[in-house]
């Protein structure tokens, strides 16, 4: 689980894993605020120009870094 209140800015970019124990996704880090990180989970494989896709809300008890 990543802790939502020790990200930084040096956080975005990072690749996470979402699980939820029966799906597995890797994504990066867009942002955050106090109650979700937004993940970028697709950008049909654009990964250089991932901050120009949307973000998911995803809550942080189902990520990991990578």
């Known amino acids: 689980m990543i802790d ?23 994504g990066k880090i867009k942002s955050w605020n106090d109650v979700f990180i937004f993940v970028v989970y697709h950008c049909d494989d654009n990964w250089a120009k991932y901050q120009d896709y949307t973000g998911c809300a995803t809550e942080e008890r189902y990520l990991a870094f990578k």
């Open 4 to 26: 939502i209140n020790k990200l930084t800015k040096k956080d975005v970019g990072r690749w996470v894993i979402y699980s939820n124990g029966f799906k597995e996704e890797e």
